[in-house]
């Protein structure tokens, strides 16, 4: 934080804000601040630096950036780690086909948070995924059917030598009752993938 009287800078936090407690690093996206008047951060976590061992897409929110509580409104004790209390969104494990380098959070129509990612599905094809915190816990949903695996591996955000390419977007408001998510894919080229905002069920 910059003191304005002083000209200097100094830490905000006593600690530090997320910890891998020496086990793994937390890729982040945000803190930034939503039109709900709080700063929001979501982030996985990678073990190595193998780009296949990203895993557990999670969440949290700060109104001041100095106290921070998880989806439900539970404060956490900082630093958080993997172990804080309902900050995981999706428990995707490493090698889920989750990379940090694609991944984001935005609001809808109604400010709720929509977390967006993708990963492997049952029958190992990667989709992209949507996710929003209602009734008390995060409701995930596939909101492409494409065929395929997206594979990358290897130091950095892996190496694009495997024949697959993958970028999604934010979400964005597409109109009413409906979200849409930008997409570029090496099978089905790029587009929007468009869903219904209270269910994120897929529509186009």
């Avoid at 009287?5 to 020496?22: A, F, H, N």
């Avoid at 809808?108 to 993708?118: A, G, T």
């Avoid at 190992?124 to 009734?135: I, K, L, V």
């Avoid at 597409?174 to 269910?199: C, I, N, Q, S, Y």
Wanted: charged letters at 20%.
């Amino acid at each position: 934080v910059y003191d304005t009287k002083t000209g200097q800078w100094q830490r905000m936090l006593d600690t530090v804000l997320i910890s891998g407690e020496g086990k793994m690093n937390a890729y982040q996206h945000g803190p930034r601040l939503g039109p709900d008047g709080y700063y929001h951060m979501s982030w996985m976590w990678r073990d190595t630096p193998d780009a296949a061992t990203n895993h557990d897409i999670s969440y949290a929110r700060s109104k001041d950036l100095v106290n921070w509580e998880n989806a439900g409104g539970q404060p956490l004790k900082l630093p958080i780690t993997i172990k804080s209390p309902d900050t995981i969104v999706d428990p995707v494990p490493a090698g889920g086909g989750m990379i940090n380098s694609c991944f984001a959070h935005a609001f809808d129509s109604k400010n709720r948070v929509v977390v967006s990612y993708h990963k492997h599905d049952g029958n190992g094809d990667t989709q992209a995924y949507a996710a929003r915190f209602a009734d008390g816990k995060w409701r995930v949903r596939a909101v492409s059917d494409w065929k395929g695996k997206h594979i990358f591996k290897g130091g950095g955000s892996g190496p694009a030598t495997y024949g697959t390419s993958l970028g999604l977007s934010a979400v964005q408001i597409h109109g009413p009752g409906k979200l849409a998510m930008p997409f570029r894919h090496w099978k089905a080229g790029k587009g929007l993938l468009v869903f219904d905002e209270e269910t994120l069920q897929a529509i186009a």
